[in-house]
């Protein structure tokens, strides 16, 4: 008895898995034909709905990602110790910059900022401030870790790493008796580097077209049943 | 409140984050966790809000609640059907329904596929393979060559094939190896070149928030 209800479960499974594969080919393969087919065929047209569909899909599945994050945040309150103080101020961020969405909106401020939007101030104070901070603070981080590469083990890579590393850095610095410097860098990044990116993009598009192939035939684990 | 009374609050808003940020640099510290914290609720409630006027509300507006009347009941089905997948992903949190959740996903990966597809082989790969044959039309000979072979020499670094010798061992030919080394050479000169760009933007965005944090201070200080 047990086992045959194993067997239908495995079956199931596996049914469930033929389902998810003949969907996502349908659905890529349509997809495929009706990006490089005309715009006003019936099939670009298929194509056209499939990608606002998507595009809405992905809308509620940010919406499911930031339920997620703020349920998981509003989990850790109790515990104090084990960051439940940072988890208040996630959920007090979140709150704050809803709420004064909510009153740009509805138009709700009062005497002098009558008919100002707050929002968009907020976003430039808080959002790109401690954006750009970050991304200031990245480099030091890359000075120190171009440091500790030497220190770690010197290498003919290494070297080559760190030598292209200074020709660009050099050659960035407006200085009147280093002008060859400049000449040097601009050449290393029209050609060699131009050479290396272009092999290394080919290579990323090679890549795409293999994983994406094997996911149209179902040989990913993405979307398949354990 | 005025806005001027606003933007001086949002100045020293400012002022306060960056040094909350900065001082990471000292040690891993509870002002920078805090920084990191309000950028983290701040990103998740804009990205929401973005989600909701920027896509949800008008794709809602246009199919289910269409004040046209013209608009098929088809079309109006359309319109739940995204936000239907969507509710679908929820159940993945319960091991039970988990596999109700897939629909949305394989919806997404299938369309995301041929998206992805097409973009590598029209984007990608003809352009540059086209760019990579023309090398010698807009340079000399040397550059021509140099651009040629480092591009073909990085493509050979990726490419694990090799024989394997009666003990095991993979081994591959000379001239693969040879291929495959200058290749190295290649992809080691373009990271490194790209970390010392990373480096100068990184650096241009330093001093650009410490000149807006100076004029700030020193409009404060009325210099």
């Known amino acids: 008895m047990q086992a045959d209800r194993k067997t239908r479960r495995r079956r199931r499974l596996k049914l469930g898995n033929a389902v998810n594969a003949t969907l996502v080919l349908a659905l890529g393969f349509t997809t495929m034909v009706g990006l490089i087919s005309p715009a006003d065929s019936t099939v670009g047209l298929t194509a056209d709905i499939f990608l606002q569909l998507a595009g809405v899909l992905a809308a509620v599945a940010v919406l499911v990602g930031v339920s997620n994050l703020l349920f998981v945040h509003l989990g850790r ?48 104070v808080i959002q790109v401030t401690l954006e750009s901070a970050l991304a200031g603070l990245v480099f030091f981080f890359l000075v120190y870790a171009a440091y500790r590469l030497m220190r770690h083990r010197v290498t003919w890579a290494n070297l080559v790493f760190l030598a292209a590393v200074l020709i660009v850095l050099v050659g960035w610095l407006p200085l009147k008796d280093w002008e060859g ?3 040097v860098r601009d050449w290393l990044m029209e050609i060699p580097v131009t050479a290396g990116s272009r ?28 | 409140m005025t806005v001027e009374n606003l933007d001086l609050i949002a100045g020293w ?40 006027e920027e896509v949800l509300l008008p794709w809602l507006r246009a199919t289910v609640f269409s004040d046209d009347a013209e608009t098929s009941a088809s079309i109006r089905a359309l319109g739940i059907l995204p936000i239907f997948l969507g509710a679908l992903l ?118 650009s928030v410490i000149q807006d944090q100076l004029r ?5 200080l009325g210099g």
């Open chain 1, 77 to 124: 309150l109790p515990r104090v110790r084990k960051g439940g103080f940072y988890s208040l101020v996630v959920i007090l961020s979140a709150a704050a910059v809803t709420a004064v969405h909510v009153l740009d909106r509805t138009d709700a401020w009062g005497g002098d900022l009558e008919g100002e939007k707050v929002g968009p101030r907020l976003f430039g």
């Open chain 1, 181 to 183: 410097a400049g000449d």
């Open chain 1, 199 to 226: 092999g290394l993009l080919i290579g990323i598009g090679l890549g795409t077209v293999t994983v994406g192939v094997r996911v149209l035939l179902g040989r990913e684990r993405a979307y398949r049943e354990p």
């Open chain 2, 13 to 52: 808003a400012g002022l306060v984050l960056t040094l909350m940020v900065f001082s990471y640099l000292l040690a891993d510290n509870f002002l920078y966790r805090i920084a990191v914290h309000v950028l983290i609720g701040t990103a998740a409630a804009y990205i929401a809000i973005a989600a909701v």
């Open chain 2, 90 to 207: 929820l159940l993945k949190a319960s091991p039970r329904f988990a596999r109700m959740g897939n629909f949305g996903t394989v919806f997404m990966i299938g369309i995301g596929t041929g998206v992805a597809l097409v973009g590598a082989v029209i984007g990608t790969v003809l352009p540059l393979a086209r760019d990579a044959s023309n090398s010698f039309d807009h340079e000399s000979v040397l550059n021509g060559a140099v651009l040629l072979v480092g591009t073909l020499c990085t493509l050979v670094y990726f490419q694990y094939l090799s024989r394997r010798r009666s003990d095991g061992e993979p081994v591959n030919r000379v001239h693969i190896r040879t291929l495959r080394f200058v290749g190295q050479g290649f992809v080691t000169l373009t990271l490194g070149a790209l970390y010392a760009s990373a480096i100068l933007t990184s650096l241009s965005i330093f001093s």
């Open chain 2, 216 to 220: 700030f201070i020193l409009d404060q």
